[in-house]
């Protein structure tokens, strides 16, 4: 997941992110878990609101 998230970020913001990531440490679960929640209510919303479609391609319809 990690790397399909670093495949849509230019060379320069991929290596600002991962040094940065280098220097939070271990999270705690819980913490990880809220985060991911927030993430997949982002893109519900974002969906909902046309601005992004999640699904195969072959699920579209024109």
Same mark, same amino acid.
């Given at each position: 997941?990690? /790397?399909k998230?670093?495949?849509?970020?230019?060379?320069?913001?991929? =290596?600002?992110?991962? $040094? /940065?990531?280098?220097f939070?440490? =271990? &999270? $705690?679960?819980?913490?990880? /878990?809220? =985060?991911?929640?927030?993430?997949?209510?982002?893109?519900?919303?974002? =969906?909902?609101?046309? &601005?992004?479609? &999640?699904?195969?391609?072959?699920?579209?319809?024109?």
């Amino acid at each position: 997941m990690k /790397e399909k998230f670093f495949s849509n970020m230019s060379e320069r913001a991929r =290596a600002a992110f991962e $040094k /940065e990531m280098q220097f939070m440490g =271990a &999270v $705690k679960v819980k913490e990880v /878990e809220a =985060a991911q929640r927030k993430i997949v209510e982002t893109v519900q919303q974002l =969906a909902e609101q046309g &601005v992004l479609q &999640v699904g195969e391609n072959d699920e579209m319809i024109e």
